[in-house]
């Protein structure tokens, strides 16, 4: 059968369906809901009387109720401890209606029913406009995330991105932040591979060491492959991390926060919201301005010698300028400035046969030491710059502009360490080391004004409209991506040492010995130097079939131009255009209450040109990752129980296989061949039993392999693919009303299973499984907050690593008080 013959086809059949469609319109109920005082009710219930539908508010106040027939309703906004308020309103026609609400309440009195814990499932956030750059339910949406929101942060008297990421399912922390300009930020494992947090309200944000939470509104960890609406070179095949950051609100107000604990821990934040004062109070603001900001300081928990230490600076301010009803502007900033010590990180470069112990836990380091001496010094910086003009065309028609600028920055040392055995040829090598049966090289990469920068200019226009009865929900994207590195390594080896040496020998390896070795001639420069334009267009709509049944399409053309340069030796320049398709199909058998959903998902990678047996130089096709998932999501109990159960499965193919070393010129020779198997189950659980109440929970299985690769690896688990088996909960009652309202207690923790972070034939090493336990205790009334934490209860001793194994913190309690006004 023909092309043309199926078009003929597929429009006889849209036509014959349209007016069976047309009998059934439905519309579209909307609004805004705010408190006395001009701010938006955020989490209030709007629904219609003595019907199932409804919704919940978002952080703006604003609500969307699909799907309504022809009819006359009363609009209900309820919450417990507030007044409730209901207005009639007519559907007729299919066309949408606009409705908004004033509670009788004011921002205070609705903060302090959320003290109270009178908000059903608060850790839940039902919804997303940055997952797939559209306002989307979650049972809608066809693709699997997480989202960890400033609530359970602020319970868990949590300070930094880094530390929420443990209640995200299926996240693993594989190295901390190194604060090198260009590196990224941590390293985490999401399904099998390798992934950064680099974007910021779905557009690029890159950062170089620890990510302050004192900005974070909700952080969200999005599952799979996405280069079809977020591009390849801010995710990863696993998913991606973004977080969203908090905007300015309709009223003055505030929190000033000190805390302090073990380790020298000491931290002062603020977040103030200034307001237009001379708008009517019980209208939105034309102009808001909201800045937060945090200093943090802690030593190293490795205190038996020097102590290292780090201390941060975060500086966020938003502005909000709403010129008109239709015009809304957003210019916000995030400047992170850190200058310390490094992680002692811990490579791993023979096989446990030499080094004598294949496990962490067997090894002769002392966890508790430090091997190095002051001053190996290294300052940071990360600068976001955002801009953002949304304009709304139409009812149905929205157009969103973001200019973002992202620059990392480092300068200063940055200590690595390596464990050696004691062989025959290294003893001969060096008769002045006392006998042991292990030494540890100590080692430098510096970084001499190493910059990164990102440019991103997105364009927008999202479409909520109807042919005959069915609602599409458009988005159309134009996306240009700059990325221009600069990074100058400078790096040396210091000295070889045993383990257990004085500390006077281990001091010698500081800041001004190291420097003097780069002084006088000692060490040498990498240099990465490289530049790349990337052009895109992509496009997406989610269908409504029927009220029940909604499909997914999207599919996004990327042209990359490198332009080459260094990176640690020449790299050629290339351009390349690439393809990324995106399908997804729900089923709800219960309406707004139970979804079935599957997806399929596409991911790439421009390897360049490469060196192939016979000599040639080709250009690598673009890597591909494939997902197929599926999975069922529940919202149901009125909203107390929020869960997501899926299985995927992911097939990268076109992967590069190492063949050798070019004897000449020492390059690698690649044959594009090899491919790479991910498939597991994710689980994820929200759910508020009984009032007060909240419970989290998630678990992760992850089954990964290499497929026609070198024999050293081929049919085994990546040693980056970190451990299979992760899990993750937290348990905690608020007490909701009487005398001691407010106090409140939590307790969980995570699971991690034996990671082999080196897995090759003869070459296997393991960190141990773990299972960390943390508490808080809590007492939030409207004006004050007083907490405290202990982090690592049971004071265990574990690792992470990327191929490496990095001693993490032990117990850790800490205190803080909150004034809020």
């Not at 408190?35 to 003595?50: I, N, R, W």
């Not at 106040?61 to 009639?88: H, N």
């Not at 309103?89 to 009788?104: H, N, R, Y």
């Not at 997406?540 to 053309?557: F, G, H, I, P």
């Amino acid at each position: 059968m023909n092309t043309r013959r199926l078009l003929g086809i597929a429009t006889i059949v849209s036509a014959t369906a349209l007016p069976a469609w047309a009998q059934q319109a439905t519309s579209t109920i909307r609004g805004t809901v705010r408190t006395q005082d001009g701010s938006p009710a955020e989490a209030v219930s709007v629904g219609l009387k003595g019907r199932p539908q409804g919704a919940i508010t978002d952080s703006k106040g604003q609500f969307v109720i699909d799907r309504v027939r022809d009819g006359e309703y009363s609009v209900v906004v309820s919450a417990v401890g507030l007044q409730t308020t209901e207005k009639p309103v007519t559907v007729s026609g299919g066309q949408p209606v606009t409705v908004d609400f004033v509670l009788a309440e004011s921002a205070q009195r609705l903060r302090e029913v959320t003290v109270q814990g009178n908000r059903i499932n608060k850790f839940d956030r039902k919804q997303s406009v940055d997952v797939n750059k559209m306002p989307l339910s979650n049972l809608e949406n066809p693709q699997v995330y997480a989202t960890v929101g400033k609530e359970l942060l602020t319970e868990q008297l949590v300070f930094s991105v880094d530390d929420a990421t443990r209640n995200a399912p299926g996240l693993q922390k594989m190295w901390d932040a190194t604060g090198r300009g260009g590196d990224g930020g941590a390293f985490y494992a999401a399904r099998g591979f390798v992934t950064q947090s680099q974007l910021r309200n779905g557009v690029a944000g890159n950062v170089t060491g620890d990510i302050d939470a004192v900005n974070l509104e909700k952080l969200e960890v999005i599952k799979g492959p996405s280069a079809t609406l977020f591009g390849s070179s801010l995710t990863s095949y696993g998913g991606l991390m973004n977080r969203v950051t908090k905007k300015p609100l309709d009223t003055f107000g505030g929190e000033i926060n000190v805390a302090a604990g073990s380790y020298g821990f000491h931290r002062v934040s603020a977040d103030v919201n200034l307001v237009d004062q001379s708008a009517p109070a019980d209208e939105p603001k034309t102009l808001g301005l909201r800045l937060n900001t945090a200093y943090t300081y802690e030593d190293n928990f490795q205190n038996k010698g020097y102590t290292g230490f780090n201390k941060n600076l975060a500086v966020a301010p938003s502005l909000q300028w709403r010129a008109t009803d239709r015009l809304t502007v957003n210019l916000d900033a995030e400047i992170y400035q850190g200058r310390g010590t490094g992680k002692q990180f811990i490579f791993l470069y023979f096989t446990p046969a030499q080094l004598g112990f294949d496990r962490a836990d067997k090894s002769p380091f002392d966890y508790r030491r430090s091997y190095q001496g002051p001053g190996l010094i290294q300052d940071s910086r990360s600068t976001n710059l955002f801009g953002q003009v949304q304009y709304k065309i139409s009812p149905s028609f929205t157009a969103t502009t973001y200019l973002t600028s992202s620059h990392s920055y480092s300068n200063g040392n940055s200590a690595y360490f390596y464990l050696t055995p004691s062989t025959a040829d290294f003893r001969r090598r060096h008769p002045e080391l006392p006998a042991a049966d292990n030494y540890l090289v100590r080692a430098d990469q510096s970084t001499d004004n190493s910059q990164k920068q990102l440019w991103e200019a997105q364009q927008l226009f999202n479409g909520d409209f109807r042919v005959g009865s069915l609602r599409n929900r458009v988005v159309l994207g134009l996306d240009f991506l700059r990325t221009h590195s600069d990074i100058n390594f400078v790096g040396a080896n210091f000295d070889t040492v045993a383990l257990a040496s004085p500390r006077p020998v281990l001091d010698q390896f500081n800041g001004a010995t190291m420097n003097a070795v780069y002084a006088s001639g000692g060490g040498g420069r990498y240099l990465v130097t490289t530049k790349s334009n990337t052009y895109s267009a992509f496009v997406s709509d989610v269908l409504n079939l029927t009220e029940q049944l909604s499909v997914l399409a999207a599919l996004r053309v990327d042209h990359v131009s490198n332009t080459g340069g260094l990176f640690y030796s020449p790299v050629a320049a290339y351009k390349q255009t690439t393809f990324s398709p995106k399908f997804g199909v729900v089923y709800q058998p219960v309406k707004d209450r139970v979804s079935v959903f599957a997806n399929y998902q596409n991911s790439f990678n421009n390897l360049g040109l490469y060196l192939a047996a016979d000599g040639s130089r080709p250009l690598a096709r673009p890597e591909r990752a494939n997902q197929w998932e599926g999975g069922v999501k529940l919202d149901a109990a009125g909203g107390r129980l929020s869960a997501t159960v899926s299985y995927y499965n992911i097939r990268v193919q076109d992967r590069l296989r190492l063949l050798g070393y070019s004897p000449v010129t020492f390059e690698a020779i690649n044959a594009q061949d090899a491919t790479q198997r991910s498939q597991g189950l994710e689980v994820n659980l929200v759910a508020n039993p009984v009032r007060g109440l909240n419970v989290i929970g998630g678990f992760s299985y992850n089954e990964s392999k290499f497929e026609d690769s070198p024999e050293d690896v081929n049919g085994r688990r990546p040693n980056t693919a970190s451990s299979p088996y992760l899990a993750n909960a937290w348990v905690s009652y608020r007490q909701p009303e009487g005398a001691l309202r407010g106090l409140g207690a939590g307790v969980g923790g995570n699971y991690v299973s034996e990671n082999r972070v080196q897995n090759a034939n003869n070459n296997v090493f393991k960190l141990p499984s773990y299972t960390i336990f943390n508490a808080s205790i809590f007492y939030d009334q409207p004006k004050y907050r007083l907490s405290a934490k202990v982090d690592n209860l049971t004071d265990q001793q574990y690792w992470t690593g990327y191929t490496t194994m990095n001693p993490q913190k032990l117990r850790s309690i800490v205190g803080s008080v909150a004034y809020k006004f």
